[in-house]
């Protein structure tokens, strides 16, 4: 930085301020420093007033004390009218600024944020989830991003101080909140005492080059749900294969809808079924009960049912059904 007038009196005029990383910043600021500034002329005047009487009316030998004037209309007048001029101004931009950080414009990128002692979690449309401890926080830059909030057991506070946003997450209730970023790297603050490790409660705000980084940045994320595609993949795919040809156990290919002859228990009786949805969703919870006549029973005690959530287990069922 080179050493111009301006570039001095632009660092003099924002020294108290953090650097601008939001559209947000810089609606902000100005009433910041307008506030700021006033409050530094008044208090300087006033102390130097004070000051200046304390010298002009001392005591001195052979000077008696003046007589003390107790009412002044204009002086009142004045004292009264001007400070309520700079209040009026200052609630009416005040309150212009709140009400355009406190709406989101409609087409804003939604992400679901929730809080709890001691942490962050941030989930995006795609049903992708990061943690304040690895990741942080992502958006996309130049465009609206609302984040809907809300907390599993106390107060909490977002607070992104570059962005110069800050809202309350409260339990039993969602509050919002929305900025438009600048592409860089920022810091995320919890700023509700909440307990102990409040002061843990820290992220960072990735705010991506483009809308295309971030959406592949998103892409490469696990969503908080698996398809079933990837269900398979992570957990079906050494034994099973999506044709007809057999594995460790049956193949998928036109596995649904087909007949088959299975054994109940591993010395029952062998009975026929009709592999429906129903079979298929016993066959993963409880993989014993009814296996197909001529495979080992492979699956015994996977416990599918605690690993996978239930909307997984649908997925992948939805899988099978697809595979001809
Ligand atoms: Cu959460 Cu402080």
Same mark, same amino acid.
């Given at each position: 930085?080179? /050493?111009?007038?301006?570039?001095?009196?632009?660092?003099?005029?924002?020294? #108290?301020? #953090?650097?601008? $990383?939001?559209?947000?910043?810089?609606?902000?600021?100005?009433?910041?420093?307008?506030?700021? %500034?006033?409050?530094?002329?008044?208090? %300087?005047?006033?102390?130097?007033?004070?000051?200046?009487?304390?010298?002009?009316?001392?005591?001195?030998?052979?000077?008696?004390?003046?007589?003390?004037?107790?009412?002044?209309?204009?002086?009142? *007048?004045?004292?009264?009218?001007?400070? /309520?001029?700079?209040?009026?101004?200052?609630?009416w931009w005040g309150y212009r600024g709140f009400l355009d950080l406190a709406v989101a414009p409609p087409n804003a990128y939604k992400i679901e944020v929730t809080a709890?002692?001691?942490?962050?979690?941030?989930?995006?449309?795609?049903?992708?989830? =990061? /943690?304040?401890?690895?990741?942080?926080?992502h958006v996309p830059p130049g465009e609206p991003v609302q984040l809907v909030m809300t907390s599993n057991d106390v107060l909490h506070s977002f607070y992104v101080r570059?962005?110069?946003?800050?809202?309350? *997450?409260?339990? $039993?209730?969602?509050?919002? /909140?929305?900025?438009?970023?600048?592409?860089?790297?920022?810091?995320?603050?919890?700023?509700?005492?909440?307990?102990? @490790?409040?002061?843990?409660?820290?992220?960072?705000?990735?705010?991506?080059?483009?809308?295309? @980084?971030?959406?592949?940045?998103?892409?490469?994320? #696990?969503? $908080?749900?698996?398809?079933?595609?990837?269900?398979?993949?992570?957990?079906?795919?050494?034994?099973?294969?999506?044709? @007809?040809?057999?594995?460790?156990?049956?193949?998928? $290919?036109?596995?649904?809808?087909?007949?088959?002859?299975?054994?109940?228990?591993? =010395? +029952?009786?062998?009975?026929? *079924?009709? *592999?429906?949805?129903?079979?298929?969703?016993?066959?993963?919870?409880?993989?014993?009960?009814?296996?197909?006549? +001529?495979?080992?029973?492979?699956?015994?005690?996977?416990?599918?049912?605690?690993?996978?959530?239930?909307?997984?287990?649908?997925?992948?069922?939805?899988?099978?059904?697809?595979?001809?």
């Amino acid at each position: 930085m080179t /050493l111009s007038l301006g570039s001095i009196l632009d660092a003099l005029l924002l020294w #108290p301020l #953090p650097p601008q $990383g939001a559209e947000q910043s810089e609606a902000v600021d100005p009433l910041y420093l307008f506030i700021y %500034w006033l409050t530094f002329i008044v208090f %300087w005047g006033v102390i130097f007033v004070m000051a200046y009487f304390c010298w002009r009316y001392r005591r001195r030998p052979g000077v008696g004390p003046e007589k003390s004037p107790n009412h002044h209309t204009a002086l009142e *007048v004045t004292w009264s009218v001007i400070p /309520l001029l700079f209040v009026i101004v200052i609630f009416w931009w005040g309150y212009r600024g709140f009400l355009d950080l406190a709406v989101a414009p409609p087409n804003a990128y939604k992400i679901e944020v929730t809080a709890w002692q001691w942490g962050w979690k941030f989930r995006y449309p795609n049903g992708a989830e =990061t /943690l304040f401890n690895q990741d942080g926080l992502h958006v996309p830059p130049g465009e609206p991003v609302q984040l809907v909030m809300t907390s599993n057991d106390v107060l909490h506070s977002f607070y992104v101080r570059d962005f110069r946003v800050k809202q309350d *997450v409260v339990p $039993g209730r969602y509050t919002t /909140l929305w900025f438009n970023a600048i592409p860089g790297l920022y810091k995320g603050f919890c700023t509700e005492y909440c307990g102990t @490790a409040h002061s843990n409660m820290n992220f960072e705000v990735t705010v991506h080059e483009s809308r295309a @980084a971030f959406d592949e940045w998103l892409a490469g994320r #696990p969503t $908080g749900e698996m398809d079933g595609e990837t269900v398979y993949k992570s957990f079906c795919q050494a034994c099973h294969t999506t044709t @007809a040809d057999r594995g460790v156990g049956p193949g998928f $290919g036109g596995l649904f809808g087909k007949q088959e002859t299975v054994t109940r228990g591993p =010395t +029952g009786p062998e009975e026929t *079924v009709t *592999v429906d949805e129903a079979y298929l969703k016993e066959s993963i919870l409880v993989p014993e009960a009814r296996v197909v006549k +001529g495979f080992p029973n492979a699956m015994i005690g996977q416990d599918f049912g605690s690993r996978l959530k239930p909307v997984e287990i649908d997925n992948v069922i939805e899988f099978i059904k697809k595979q001809k």
